[in-house]
């Protein structure tokens, strides 16, 4: 089965950093497209980054010049280096990817992790 497994998540204090994995395992052909997503309390699920496949990112405007995206493709990880951070960056930030699998047949389809929890304290 193929999943994604977020780590590095935590409790740090406003102006601190934070270094967020996501690791894709199980039988995959590619990766494609990844970012990170997150959500806070009573608010919508928004995208914070991007990359895709040959190295291109997007970022939000509230995380730019403060947060950087990467990805290793021999390893299947994808990082997100979090700087500067704000008390408003306090949600639960989520992994997506979408991944190609190979069995009698190309297939792709959009995976999620299960999320990190990531507070930040004024």
């Known amino acids: 089965q193929v999943q994604l497994v977020e780590s590095g998540g935590g409790l740090v204090q406003a102006g601190g950093s934070l270094r967020l994995s996501c690791a894709a395992s199980?039988?995959?052909?590619?990766?494609?497209?990844m970012g990170w997503y997150r959500q806070a309390p009573g608010k919508q699920r928004e995208l914070v980054a991007a990359?895709?496949?040959?190295?291109?990112?997007n970022y939000a405007d509230s995380v730019k010049g403060r947060f950087t995206i990467s990805r290793d493709n021999r390893k299947n990880t994808m990082y997100l280096q979090m700087n500067s951070l704000k008390p408003e960056d306090t949600a639960v930030y989520y992994c997506?990817?979408?991944?190609?699998?190979?069995?009698?047949?190309?297939?792709?389809?959009?995976?999620w992790g299960q999320g990190t929890q990531v507070t930040v304290s004024s």
């Open positions: 990359i895709t496949s040959g190295g291109s990112t």
């Open positions: 199980g039988s995959i052909f590619s990766i494609n497209n």
């Open positions: 997506n990817a979408d991944m190609t699998q190979y069995y009698s047949g190309y297939y792709s389809r959009d995976y």
